[in-house]
């Protein structure tokens, strides 16, 4: 019989994942409001057919984010860091994995939206 392969497991501080939820939740708040703008005929907005490929990237991104956070917390294991003093949720190397990669594609879709003038940031 071969030995099961036990699945790496990693944590992250329970702030930060509330966090990263909040900072998708005001995106996606943003996102909308820009769209609004951008479809309105009397708006002048520069760059409109090069930006739209980006919200809808970074609507997809922040919703998936979202949703991996929240199925991760479904079944959330929760663990005390007495080095750190602070609570702590435990992911699997998947779901981190994933979490990683829609984080930076987020970041580089915002990235592309700067370069073109365009901020998603409150002001």
Same mark, same amino acid.
């Given at each position: 019989?071969?030995?099961?392969?036990?699945?790496?497991?990693?944590?992250?501080?329970?702030? /930060?994942?509330?966090?990263?939820?909040?900072?998708?939740?005001?995106?996606?708040?943003?996102?909308?409001? &820009?769209?609004?703008?951008?479809?309105?005929?009397?708006?002048?907005?520069?760059?409109?057919?090069?930006?739209?490929? /980006?919200?809808?990237?970074?609507?997809?991104?922040?919703?998936?984010?979202?949703?991996?956070?929240?199925?991760?917390?479904?079944?959330?294991?929760?663990?005390?860091?007495?080095?750190?003093?602070?609570?702590?949720?435990?992911?699997?190397?998947?779901?981190?994995?994933?979490?990683?990669?829609?984080?930076?594609?987020?970041? /580089?879709?915002? &990235?592309? &939206?700067?370069?073109?003038?365009?901020?998603?940031?409150?002001?």
């Amino acid at each position: 019989m071969t030995e099961k392969q036990k699945t790496p497991l990693f944590t992250l501080p329970q702030q /930060y994942v509330v966090e990263i939820v909040h900072d998708c939740d005001e995106q996606i708040m943003i996102i909308e409001d &820009l769209l609004k703008d951008i479809v309105k005929e009397d708006v002048v907005f520069c760059n409109k057919k090069a930006i739209v490929p /980006y919200i809808a990237q970074l609507i997809w991104i922040n919703h998936s984010i979202i949703k991996n956070i929240n199925s991760e917390l479904n079944s959330a294991v929760f663990h005390f860091n007495e080095d750190s003093q602070e609570d702590e949720v435990i992911f699997t190397e998947h779901s981190l994995k994933d979490l990683q990669a829609f984080m930076l594609a987020k970041w /580089y879709a915002t &990235l592309e &939206l700067k370069n073109l003038s365009c901020t998603l940031e409150l002001h």
